[in-house]
């Protein structure tokens, strides 16, 4: 266990390699009960959260889902985020834990006076089922139609009994399913999920291998309020067609070109490099690594790193140094486990 955020959070259960490999096989379990969620709703919601998000709002449907950013005025990541379209005018906003915080006083800041705010986090627990067996464990407790939940996609419905939205929007590469309910039934629904053979827990080691795996980023390493979404390569996320906090500084960027690219790596051998070795393309120090980790599928070592634009294209041998450990990558494009995820 370590703290995170205010909570007390488990690094691991049975060992991090064996729950990577378990999520991949058969199915898990997250406890991701620290994520922070709130509620806006009334006339003016869906404005207010077209201005706040890189998310395109305005064709966005009731059942639908959309990732984006939160921005400031510089283009710069406050958070990224989850975008849930609740009904007409109510919209849920799913949160990182240690951005809680700053992100409500972010939007209050930018509220319309007829928008209702609410932060219902502690109100809302959420459980996360992952892994090619999650729609059959998950089918013999609902009788939610799971097939028809698309990729970022939602509904409600019973969960062993507990009102439950269950939508699609998961971390892993793995079919899987997200569970938001009330906290009180947290305790409940997470034992009836455990008594089932196929489950394990997962803690939050190899939810980072796993989410590393598919070259997914992460608040607070690979993106931050130092870097943009065009940085981060992520701007298939931006809908540069309708006005938001930020877009102007994006603009400027693009047309300017971004300096440093986040960029993914494979390493030659198992040893990883951490956070903050320098990237070097020769003798000349190019980037930074943000995230690094052994990948138990492909027994090889992975990671994100931002790099010099002009040194950031596929296949460049890079070196990741610290001190005096040097290892081998070559820069790699995610994802780095390519299996087709199986459909429920």
Same mark, same amino acid.
């Given at each position: 266990? &370590?703290?995170?955020?205010?909570?007390?959070?488990?690094?691991? @259960?049975?060992? %991090?390699?064996?729950?990577?490999?378990?999520?991949?096989?058969?199915?898990?379990?997250? !406890?991701?009960?620290?994520?922070?969620?709130?509620?806006?709703?009334?006339?003016?919601?869906?404005?207010?959260?077209?201005?706040?998000?890189?998310? =395109?709002?305005?064709?966005?449907?009731?059942?639908?889902? +959309?990732?984006?950013?939160?921005?400031?005025?510089?283009?710069?990541? %406050?958070? !990224?985020?989850?975008?849930?379209?609740?009904?007409?005018?109510?919209?849920?906003?799913?949160?990182? &834990?240690?951005? $809680?915080?700053? !992100?409500?006083?972010?939007?209050?800041?930018?509220?319309?006076?007829?928008? +209702?705010?609410?932060?219902?986090? !502690?109100?809302? &627990?959420?459980?996360?089922?992952?892994?090619?067996?999650?729609?059959?464990?998950?089918?013999?407790?609902?009788?939610?139609?799971?097939?028809? $939940? =698309?990729?970022?996609?939602?509904?409600?419905?019973?969960?062993?009994?507990?009102?439950?939205?269950?939508?699609?929007?998961?971390?892993?590469?793995?079919?899987?399913?997200?569970?938001?309910? /009330?906290?009180?039934?947290?305790?409940?629904?997470?034992?009836?999920?455990?008594?089932? =053979? *196929?489950?394990?827990? $997962?803690?939050?080691?190899?939810?980072?291998?796993?989410?590393?795996?598919?070259?997914?980023?992460?608040?607070? +390493?690979?993106?931050?309020?130092? +870097?943009?979404?065009?940085?981060?390569?992520?701007?298939?996320?931006?809908?540069?067609?309708? *006005?938001?906090?930020?877009?102007?500084?994006?603009?400027?960027? =693009?047309?300017?070109?971004?300096?440093?690219?986040?960029?993914?790596?494979?390493?030659?051998?198992?040893?990883?490099?951490?956070?903050?070795?320098?990237?070097?393309?020769?003798?000349?120090?190019?980037?930074?690594?943000?995230?690094?980790?052994?990948?138990?599928?492909?027994?090889?070592? %992975?990671?994100?790193?931002?790099?010099?634009?002009?040194?950031?294209?596929?296949?460049?041998?890079?070196?990741?140094?610290?001190?005096?450990?040097? $290892?081998?990558?070559? %820069?790699?494009?995610? /994802?780095? @486990?390519?299996?087709?995820?199986?459909?429920?």
């Amino acid at each position: 266990m &370590a703290p995170f955020a205010g909570w007390n959070m488990p690094i691991q @259960y049975s060992g %991090i390699l064996e729950e990577h490999l378990h999520t991949r096989t058969s199915a898990g379990i997250f !406890d991701i009960c620290h994520m922070g969620e709130f509620l806006l709703k009334g006339d003016t919601a869906a404005q207010d959260v077209d201005a706040l998000t890189t998310c =395109k709002i305005s064709d966005m449907l009731p059942g639908r889902c +959309h990732y984006g950013f939160m921005l400031n005025d510089n283009g710069r990541i %406050i958070d !990224d985020l989850i975008v849930f379209k609740l009904k007409e005018n109510e919209f849920m906003i799913v949160v990182n &834990a240690g951005t $809680i915080d700053k !992100d409500k006083a972010w939007i209050k800041l930018h509220l319309s006076k007829q928008t +209702h705010f609410e932060d219902i986090s !502690d109100k809302t &627990a959420k459980i996360d089922l992952q892994g090619p067996l999650s729609g059959e464990i998950l089918s013999s407790l609902t009788s939610a139609d799971l097939g028809a $939940i =698309k990729k970022y996609h939602f509904t409600s419905a019973k969960v062993a009994g507990v009102e439950t939205l269950i939508s699609r929007t998961g971390y892993t590469g793995e079919l899987g399913y997200e569970l938001y309910f /009330p906290s009180d039934k947290a305790a409940v629904l997470w034992n009836i999920l455990l008594g089932n =053979k *196929n489950i394990k827990p $997962i803690g939050l080691g190899a939810r980072d291998t796993l989410r590393l795996e598919m070259g997914y980023s992460l608040y607070g +390493h690979d993106i931050d309020e130092n +870097h943009t979404p065009l940085e981060a390569n992520l701007e298939k996320f931006i809908h540069t067609d309708k *006005n938001f906090v930020g877009k102007d500084a994006l603009i400027k960027q =693009k047309a300017a070109g971004a300096k440093k690219l986040l960029v993914g790596f494979m390493c030659e051998g198992r040893r990883s490099p951490r956070q903050d070795f320098d990237v070097l393309c020769g003798e000349e120090t190019a980037g930074k690594v943000t995230s690094g980790s052994f990948s138990p599928c492909l027994k090889k070592a %992975i990671g994100l790193c931002y790099i010099d634009t002009a040194k950031a294209y596929l296949g460049n041998k890079i070196i990741l140094n610290s001190g005096n450990i040097n $290892i081998e990558a070559v %820069i790699t494009k995610p /994802p780095f @486990y390519k299996k087709i995820p199986r459909q429920y």
